[in-house]
Structure formats: C-alpha cells, structure tokens
C-alpha cells in the first residue's frame, strides 16, 4: 500500500467524521482558535463555525491573530449577525485598532465591550455609534490620557447614554475618576430602554439622585463612589430632602460602594436604601473614617434597613474601619451583635478580624461581594464568625490577594491551604521580623510554587532578588514588576518565569539620574526578553510612575529600541508605540 494512498485515506477519514465530534472537539477549544483554523476551509466547516461569529472575545490576542481577523475574518463576515465583540488587554492600547473597529461597515455589532483603552483621542469622536447598541462596557487603562481629557471624555460618554433615542440595555462605564470631578451635564435625558448599569461616581450624593432620575426602568445597579472626587460645594441636608423624587420601583439588585467621611454619608445611605423597596440583593462595600462605627453593629443594621426590605433575599456586605480602637471594640462584641434570630434564621453568616491592629474588617460569608481581599494579614488567623461555617468554604469566592505588610509563616500557610482560588498575587513586603532570612526565601518560593491557580504576579524586583536560581514558575503568565533598584538579571527571570505573555514594568524613582540609568539598561531589557520570550510573549510595557516628571525615552532611545524590535521581530508582526514616558509592544 503507497504512503500517498494511506495519507488520501486519513485525510478521508478526518472529513468524513461526524458533526457532533467536531462540535465535541470545539467544545475543548477557545472560539478565536475555532475561528481561526477552520474559517473559510470549505462549506461545511463553514457553517459548523457560523456559531461562534456570534460572540468574538479578542482580549489578550496576539498581534498576528488580530490581523488575521481584521484583514480576512471581518470583512467575510455576514451583515445580518448581531455580534458581540469583546475587546482588550493588548488591543485597546492601540489608537489604530479603535479607529480601524468603528470603520467596519461590515460588522453589525449588538454588544461591545472595550477593557485597557489608553486614548481618548480615537474613540470620542465615534461615541455616538453606541446609541444603536444593546450593551456597552469600557473600561479605561489606569495611565489613562490627561485628566481633562478623561474628564470630557465622561461627559461625552453621559451625553451619549442618557438621550431619547439611545437603545442601550446593559452598560459598563469602569472610568477611575480620580483625582477630577466630573459633573453630569444638564441637557442629560432619561434612557428608558436601560436595564442594567455599572459606573463610577464622584464622592457627591446629588449625583446619585441626578443617576436614578435618568434610569426609570433599571433592574440592576453597581454604583462605586471614588475617595478622591469630593465636592466641596455639595449640601447634603437638601440632597436629603431631594430624596423624595427617587422613584425606581423596577430596582431588583443594587451594588453600592463608598467611604464614608462624615455621619451625613450614612444617614443618605440608610435613607437610599428604605427608598428601593423591591430590592431582592443588596451589596455593600463601605469603609470609614472617623465616624460613628453604626454598621459594625449588626442590630443596628436590622433595625435601620435590612427589616424595612421585604422582599431581600441575598444581603453581602464588606465594611471597614481604617480609624479603628481596639479600646472601644473587639472582634467578639462586634461579632456578637449578629447572633441575633434575624442573621441566625436566615443562615447569614459574618466574619470579623482586625488588621494591622488598626483596620478592622466586618463581612459577610462566604466572602465573595468584592473578589480581592486588601487586608489580607496575620489577622486572619483570629477571625471571629457568627456561625458555623466550613474554612475551606470562607474565602472560595477569593482570587486576588495583596501582601502589603509583614507576615507570619502560619498566615503564609493559610493562604497555601484556603484559598484555593487565588489567580492574582501582589507582593509588596513579606519579612517578618520573627522570621530568619533562609526561612523568609523559602516562604516565597513555596508561596509562588503552591498556590495552584496562580497566574498574574506584581512584585517588587528587590524582593525577587533571593529566590534561588533554580526556580521555575511556569504557570506565572503575566509578569507586573515594580523596579525601585538596578539589582535584577533579566535572565534569571526568564529562568524564573519562561511562559510569561504579558510583561510590565513600572519604573518608581524621583531622580532623572535613575531614569537614565534604567533608560540606558532597556535595549538589554528588551535583548532579554525579545530573544528568549518570543514563543509566549504578547505584551511588553514599561513606563514610569503616572505622575512622574522623569523622562523615560528619550529621541535617542526610542531609536535604538525600535532597531532592536526590528532585529529580534523582522518575521514577526508587531505593533510598537512610544512615547517619553511609556513603551508598549504589541507581538
């Protein structure tokens, strides 16, 4: 039998499986994948995969797949499907691929979800075309644009929403506010058709009245109040009395988080909630500062609100105190208040520890109404719950922690242990003056090694310095390095990390001789990187500290460094963009 015969023959074979086994094969892969492979083979794949044209995700994409689905997917793309396109990561930092997205004439989008967009400048002008849309998310990069252009930029976002003919019925605005006060325009009108809003606030209890005026008929509702963005001139006694023209009698579940900065913070809040008389789930996120400690008080809770919600049937809840006296409270007195008939009957189940001996943290359980935990200290180990609860149940909704102070090696076992669902890890600081330096090193390499899901690592590049040369974390595929010293071997961290996709460094310093010494050490960097990363790599970004006044790169640099793009990528596509302060490339 002739070799050309038996590949005729399992080529035959291959084709000539059934639908439901490919469509069994799909199942184990992602859509960009299926999309990819199999697009324009012949008829029948064509069809098999029309499906997946429905809902495109292209977050954290390649350079070389974004091409390929802008040059050949897109535009063979039937007009008639409403699609729903997620876009982000490496993407949105492109101005390009905004402005080339808005331009398909082709594509008929229903849902568009934008993550990590850098610039204003591309996209405002196209504002308009989400009126058309049945739901829109975006969310800006945290080193986004200008100030006042982040802060016109909202406003045009608000007028674009809140108008007559706009057909929105889920949106997303995740805009940090800080450190501006946007204010909502006057000539904003009521969207009818919204049923489902996330968006960020000012620290100003007008806007929230203003907010649920222009949202009639909304379901669900996530408000997140920034510290930063107070205003001054607010009054909140008439705010008080402008209550009275609150009316959203469809409102099903309301997310609310905020600092609390006087008792007129809480008394709007307690007054809010006795407002929305259909709620069925309740979130709060609440820390204070210098006020009365009310919502620790787990009867006061009962009596002020949560008795006045018939219809509540999920309550989570996170309450902090950053001014915290152990004089006045202790977890048990705090815990005590929510053994009463109201919590126990209804299995509503409360934890308490303090932290730092300084911020005491109340919540509900499992622990999930916000999934990172920013008081994660040796704390933990005294929690204190109101019921009894299984531990390896109280932190299962966790998956991003950050270590920010010292810790004991029992507090490091626990994490190892319990939560189990960490994929993100900040590490600031982890000595321990009970701890000898041998044991503080194999602390974090078990610590790294350990926790099973761990995928995202930000670290200080000072702390990586004693981890032995030997490790290896392959799971690790995104790599945020915070550099304060020139002490750190690039090579040792392609040892460290070898499948790293997306690669950042924030350079923190105030001396331009710093910056110039680190300026000087990029082409290296980027040598590193470039040469044994090239297999994973698809994002590479290193900038320095937002508000800084240093200059990165300078003419001269930016140069070398596109002529070392060039030499390492010259068969790659790739997407480079530059400027004094920040570098990021797109493989």
């Known amino acids: 039998m002739s070799q ?10 291959i084709e000539y499986l059934p639908n439901e086994l490919y469509l069994w094969i799909f199942s184990y892969l992602k859509p960009n994948d299926i999309l990819y492979s199999f697009f324009n083979l012949n008829y029948r794949f064509q069809r098999l995969i029309e499906p997946y044209f429905y809902s495109i995700d292209l977050t954290n994409i390649s350079y070389t797949l974004y091409n390929t689905f802008i ?3 897109f535009p063979s793309v039937y007009v008639q499907h409403n699609h729903t396109l997620q876009l982000g990561g490496n993407a949105c930092c492109s101005s390009i691929f905004i402005e080339e997205l808005f331009t398909f004439k082709y594509l008929k989008l229903k849902s568009l979800s934008l993550t990590n967009v850098f610039s204003a400048t591309s996209i405002s002008s196209y504002l308009q075309t989400i009126r058309t849309l049945k739901e829109f998310n975006i969310k800006l990069d945290l080193h986004f644009s200008l100030n006042k252009t982040k802060e016109s930029f909202f406003e045009d976002l608000l007028r674009n929403i809140f108008v007559n003919n706009c057909e929105l019925e889920k949106c997303s605005i995740d805009i940090s506010l ?149 004089n006045f409270f202790n977890p048990d007195l705090i815990i005590s208040t929510f053994n009463t008939d109201f919590w ?21 359980l499992p622990y999930g109404c916000i999934t990172d935990l920013p008081s994660f200290s ?20 966790v998956t991003s922690v950050q270590i920010l102070n010292s810790l004991s090696k029992e507090t490091f076992t626990l994490l190892n242990t319990t939560f189990k669902s960490v994929n993100s890890l900040t590490i600031f600081n982890y000595n321990h003056e009970k701890i000898d330096t041998n044991c503080k090193i194999q602390l974090i390499q078990e610590l790294l090694s350990s926790t099973p ?83 994973h790599l698809m994002y590479v ?6 508000h800084s006044k240093e200059i990165l790169f300078t003419q001269r640099q930016t140069q070398i460094t596109k002529m070392i793009v060039e030499k390492y990528l010259n068969n790659r596509e790739f997407h480079l963009e530059m400027s004094k302060k920040r570098l990021r490339l797109w493989l």
């Open 453 to 535: 899901n761990l995928q995202s690592l930000e670290i200080f590049t000072k702390l990586l310095l004693d981890i032995s040369p030997n490790s290896c974390y392959p799971k690790i595929v995104e790599l945020s390095l915070i550099k304060n010293t020139n002490d750190i071997n690039f090579n040792l961290l392609s040892t460290y990390f070898p499948h790293i996709k997306r690669f950042l460094l924030t350079i923190v310093n105030e001396y331009q001789s710093y910056i110039d010494s680190i300026s000087n050490d990029l082409d290296f960097t980027l040598n590193v990187w470039l040469k044994q990363q090239q297999q």
């Open 71 to 73: 040059r050949t997917i």
């Open 344 to 364: 126990l009957s209804r299995q509503l189940s409360v934890g308490c520890h303090i932290h730092l001996n300084k911020v005491c943290a109340v919540y509900s």
């Open 178 to 326: 800080w450190p501006i006060f946007p204010s909502f325009p006057l000539e904003l009108q009521p969207c009818w058709t919204l049923k489902q809003l996330t968006i960020h606030l000012a620290h100003c209890s007008s806007q929230i009245i203003t907010l649920l005026t222009l949202v009639p008929n909304i379901e669900y509702l996530y408000i997140k109040q920034h510290i930063g963005c107070r205003d001054k001139r607010t009054n909140e006694t008439n705010d008080m009395k402008n209550m009275e023209i609150i009316n959203v009698s469809k409102l099903k579940v309301f997310s609310f988080q905020t600092l609390l900065l006087s008792s007129l913070d809480g008394l709007f809040i307690e007054c809010l909630l006795t407002k929305l008389k259909k709620l069925e789930e309740l979130t709060l996120i609440i820390s204070e500062y210098n006020t009365p400690n009310n919502w620790f008080d787990g009867n006061y809770l009962t009596s002020t609100f949560l008795n006045k919600l018939k219809y509540l049937e999920k309550f989570q809840f996170y309450f902090q105190d950053t001014n915290f006296q152990l």
């Open 4 to 13: 050309e015969f038996i590949r005729n023959c399992q080529i035959s074979t």
């Open 378 to 397: 040796d704390g933990l180990l005294n929690c204190r719950f109101n019921n009894v609860i299984r531990r390896n149940n109280v932190w299962k909704n």
């Open 541 to 546: 970004d290193i900038r320095t500290r937002n």
